[in-house]
């Protein structure tokens, strides 16, 4: 077993880069990605004991208990989808391919729990490589706005340059780092704003000195990156979540000290928005204006490209399906392949942008209930822990990543569907699954 947990700790610490980048292979017209078959031996090495020693024995919290049930709702979601004729074969492979990578997502947090290898020492490590190759996928972002901008004429590698898939047509979509192909930048503004999230706590309670000062500049690129890419969700879900967190921090404090750091916060930003418009040009500004409401012929413009308005139509439809089909939801990855059925236009939208919405239509009130125990069991297990560890800079640094993530997800979800994106899961998932684990090994010590 010690064996097993070796091994699955050295493929965990070769997953944490992948989270960073794109990496994949197409076999048979299905994109299989790198962390996929990482999550794939991760799991193979965690249930080896089940079939050589026919006895499994593991650690099931009231969180793992949740995952596990919800993960029995995504695979019931996905068979509902295929046994269903009426949608194309596409919708079919996507359903099955994107069901299992999400499954594998999930997985991650017994993975971690379970395996008695992983001590306090490794968390300050993980976090250390996860800002490693931050900072590395961060440069090449920022080689790409500045080769964009015209600002530098070297020429760079055509993996850096070359406009992949049409969601990166659009300016600001260029600057993806790593992620390459289909949605690539959006993605990628999700990342670098959770990396940013990461790194000021770190700046804030393992950092002092030089180390500091080179964080915040760190951090000022990553920002300057966030906005020119201009994925509003992602940006302002960033400043929610760190305001918040910032006032549960010094709630206890006059209300000088709570409010000064705040408006420094926001003039910094200001600041670096201001910089980044001389970069990105108005349409950086009209990114922002789109989400305003825009009256055509007497009434609202449903407009796609506003997170605001635009969207009532997707929420709309998304209810339309639910009430078709309440108990179980239409199946995972249905929404896009039915939602043409009941779309002013006729044809289909590819998602949501509510992840209560996403998952009622798609997985019904089942699904939804599920969906709900799986939050409430991160927040208790974030509870629990905040109550009972000895306050140290490692204890510090985990609580206030995990509620900052939370917090993150909880907004961003108003707006798109987080909680379906693999990737997206795993870091939330990651922190999460240590935090947990932090006062075992605490305790033990």
Known sequence: ?????????????????????????????????????????????????????????????????????????????????????????????????????????????????????????????????????????????????????????????????????????????????????????????????IQAIILLNYIKYNSKGIKKIFGYLFLAILLIILVNISVRNAILGLIVALLINFFINVRNQDIFKRLYKPIIAMISLSILILIAYQYAGSYVINRVLVALPSIEDGGILIDRASNIFGRFEYARVAIEIFKDYPLMGAGYYSFSGISHLYSITGSDYPHVHNSILHILCEHGIIGFISFFMFLYMIFKTYRKNIQRLSVTPCSLLLINIVRTLFIFFLFTSLFSHPFGVPRLILILLIFTAFLSKLYNLDYKR
């Open 1 to 193: 077993m010690l064996m097993i947990s070796s091994i699955n700790k050295y493929l965990f610490y070769f997953l944490l880069p992948l989270l960073f980048c794109q990496i994949w292979l197409t076999s048979g017209g299905i994109t299989i990605r790198l962390e996929d078959i990482v999550l794939i031996f991760l799991n193979f090495f965690f249930f080896l004991p089940l079939l050589y020693k026919h006895q499994f024995k593991i650690r099931a919290g009231n969180l793992d208990i949740a995952i596990y049930s919800y993960i029995v709702i995504i695979f019931i979601g996905i068979v509902v989808t295929l046994y269903n004729n009426t949608f194309t074969d596409l919708t079919h492979k996507d359903a099955l391919v994107n069901g299992i990578r999400l499954i594998l997502s999930f997985t991650i947090f017994p993975i971690i729990i379970n395996n008695a290898n992983f001590n306090t020492e490794d968390i300050l490590r993980i976090i250390n490589v996860i800002l490693f190759f931050s900072i590395l996928t961060t440069i090449i972002s920022f080689l790409q706005l500045l080769y964009w901008s015209g600002i530098i004429n070297i020429g760079l590698p055509e993996l850096f340059v070359r406009v992949h898939e049409d969601a990166n047509t659009q300016k600001g979509r260029e600057i993806y780092g790593l992620f390459v192909g289909d949605g690539g930048a959006h993605k990628w503004a999700s990342i670098l704003a």
